[in-house]
């Protein structure tokens, strides 16, 4: 079982950057992809960026694809969402999730994610 907490969200302008920070415990990390993916109230969960087990292949949304950058360092068994030029569009939960198939996470679905962290709040203003 895998346990996933997410920090770092929170208030920015845009244009501002912020860091998303993903905390896993149990498991063995490094055997597990990660994604993060993010949610307004009203639509279903999109994928925003994804890293294979090595940190060596990565995943983007076209819609962030230049702006954010997604990390780990299995050392310290967390993941990163390193975020810059926000905009107000990017105001949503963003969740961390995990999986040990590196093709649910290049498959950008949410449905097949097996594990979820409860999400953290980033709010672009403008």
């Known amino acids: 079982q895998v346990q996933l907490v997410e920090s770092g969200g929170g208030l920015v302008q845009a244009g501002g950057s912020l860091r998303l920070s993903c905390a896993a415990s149990g498991g063995t990390f490094r055997l597990y992809a990660m994604a993060w993916f993010r949610q307004t109230p009203g639509k279903e969960r999109e994928f925003v960026a994804g890293?294979?087990?090595?940190?060596?292949?990565?995943y983007y949304a076209d819609s962030v694809q230049g702006r954010f950058t997604i990390s780990r360092d299995n050392a310290k068994k967390t993941v990163y969402l390193q975020m810059n030029s926000l905009k107000p569009e990017d105001t949503a939960v963003y969740y961390c999730a995990a999986d040990q198939n590196l093709g649910t996470v290049a498959a950008k679905l949410s449905s097949g994610m097996h594990y979820w962290g409860k999400g953290t709040l980033v709010t672009v203003s403008s």
């Open positions: 890293i294979s087990g090595s940190g060596g292949r990565t």
